[in-house]
C-alpha cells in the first residue's frame, strides 16, 4: 500500500496569506520587489530536488514589482494581487517566455503573445515569477510525464505531486509562489491539490478564457487558481474569471466577489453526498478523512443528504473517448513546420512531420492520439465517440437533476493519497484511475474546490472536493472554506 | 465495440496521426489499446438510443454557455518577423519545408 511510510524530506512551507502581503506592500512596510526576490532565493534553494520551475521570467518580475513598488510609494490605487508572486503552468503562454507544455515537441518555442488569464493576473499587479513543470500536454496524473522529469511531492520526496498540473500544486505547497495557475482537463488541478494539501479551483467551463492555452481537449480544458487557502483562491479566481472576445466559448456571466462570497456562512445549505463515489478501491485513510469532513459541516449547519449518481462508473471510458479524440486533432497542428521541434535531414514533407512528432511527442501523448485517432476513424466513430458523447450528456445531466435538490456535491477528490514515484507508470489504465473521481465534473462542465480535509497517520494529505452547479462557484467555495475553518 | 486491435490497426492509425513507431513501440501500442478499448467498452451496457450526444456543454440549458458568436470583425493580428522568428525555417516570407513531391 502506498500510504504506510512517509520520507521525512519535507519542503513544506506556507505562503503568507494575500490579506498580510497585499497590506504590507501597500503600507510599504514591504517591497515588493524584495518579496520578489526572496522568492527566487526560495526556488533556487528547493527547485534543484522538486524539479518545479522549468524557467523563471526574472526580468519582467522584478519590473512589474519596481512598478507596484512605485506606485505603492505614490499611493495610487493598487490591484487586488499588488506584489503577489505566482507561478504559471506550463501550458499558459507568456510572451517570450520559453513554452515547451512539458513536451520537446516545443523545444526552443517563445510565444509572441500572453495568454488573457495571465494578462489579467499581471494588470491585477501580480509578479510572474516563471513557467511551471506539468505532465506532457497536460496528458496525466502523476507529472512523470513531464520530458523534464517528474516534480516531487514537497510534503514527501518519493511521492508525484499528482498530474497534470503537478508543478502547480508543488509550487503553493513549498512557498515557490504564493498562488499559482493551472489547467485541469480531467482532474489536473484538483488531483494534484489534493495530493499536495493546498487549494484548487476548477471554474466552470468558460468561466476563465483558455486564450493562450495549449490546447488538449477543447471541450473539457480550464483553466483555474491555487492557493494556499480558500478566500485566496476565490480571490484568484475573480481575477482571471470573465468573458474574453479571443474565446468564443467564454461565458458572459458577470463575475461576483468570489472572496467576498466564500465568507457567507454555510448554514441551511444543502449538501449532496453521492454514494458511488465511496465504493470500491478509495483508500481507507481517505474515506475516514473525508467522514470527519462531512461531520464538521454538519457541525456547521449543513443538511446532509444521501445521493446517487449512477453514472458514475462510466465517467472515466467516456472521458478517455472524449478527451484522446479531442487531443488527437489538437495536436496535429505540432508538425515541426511552424513553431518548435523539427527533425533534421527529412527527404520529403511527410518524413519530417512523422520524425518531428515521433522525436518530439513522448509516449503518454502519442498513446492518447492513437486512442483518440482510433475513435474518430472511419467505422469506429459511432461506437466510440459518439457513444461517448452520448453517455457525457447522461452523465451532465443526471448532475443538473442532482443539484436541482443540493446546493454543494462532496467527494473524496482523488481515491487515494499521493503515490509513489514509478508505482503507476507501467500501467496506463491504473493511472487513468487516478482520475475516476474528476473526470464526471469535467465531462458536465460544473464548477469544484478542492480544500485540504485531513491527512493520513503518516501525514499525507487528503483532498474534499466540493461541486456546485454551472456558474455557482460562491457555493463551492463557501463549503469549502467551512471545510477548511474545521481543520485548525 | 471492444473488437481486438491488431498491429496493422496500429500501423493504419499510426499512418492517420503521422506517428512513426518502431515494432517495439507498435507492440506495446497495441497491447494498452487493447486494454483501453476492453475497459471503454463497458460504455455498452448503457442503452443511449435517441441520447442526443453532447460536445460541448453550453449545449445543456442552465449551463451558462455562450449560444451567440460575436460579430466578425477585423482585429489586428501577429507581426509576420514576429512569428517568422520562431519557425525552423522560413525565407522571411513564407516558412520552408522539405520537397512535397518526388522529382
Known sequence: MSSETRNSESYVEKPKTLAELREGIASGALKAADLAASYYERIEKVNPRLNVYLSLTKERALEQAAHVDEAAAKGNPLGPLAGIPVGIKDVLVVKGAPATAGSRILEGYHPPYDATSVTKLEAAGAVLLGKINCDEFAMGSSNENSAYGPVRNPVDTERVPGGSSGGSAAAVAANMAVATLGTDTGGSIRQPASFCGVVGVLPTYGRVSRYGLIAFASSLDRVGPFAANVRDAATLLGVIAGHDPKDATSSLAPVPDYALESGRPVEGLRIGVPAEYFGEGLEPEVRVAIEKGIEDLKAAGCTVKPISLPHTRYAIPTYYLVATAEASANLARFDGVRYGYRSKDSATLADMYRHSRDEGFGAEVKRRILLGTYALSAGYYDAYYLKAQQVRRLLAEEFLRAFAEVDAIVTPTAPTTAFKLGEKTGDPLSMYLADIYTVTASLAGICGVTVPCGTTKVGLPVGMQVLAAHLNESTAFRVARAVEAAQK | ?103
Open chain 2, 1 to 103: 465495440m471492444s473488437a481486438k486491435v491488431t498491429v496493422k490497426d496500429v500501423e493504419r492509425v499510426a499512418e492517420l496521426a503521422n506517428l512513426e513507431l518502431t515494432p517495439a513501440e507498435s507492440e506495446g501500442m497495441l497491447q494498452d489499446l487493447n486494454a483501453i478499448l476492453d475497459y471503454v467498452a463497458q460504455l455498452n451496457e448503457l442503452d443511449t438510443q435517441g441520447v442526443e450526444p453532447l460536445a460541448q456543454v453550453s449545449e445543456l440549458k442552465g449551463a451558462g454557455g455562450v449560444s451567440e458568436l460575436r460579430p466578425d470583425e477585423r482585429n489586428p493580428s501577429l507581426d509576420r518577423a514576429v512569428v517568422m522568428a520562431e519557425a525552423p525555417e522560413t525565407d522571411q516570407a513564407f516558412f520552408k519545408v522539405p520537397k512535397v513531391i518526388e522529382r
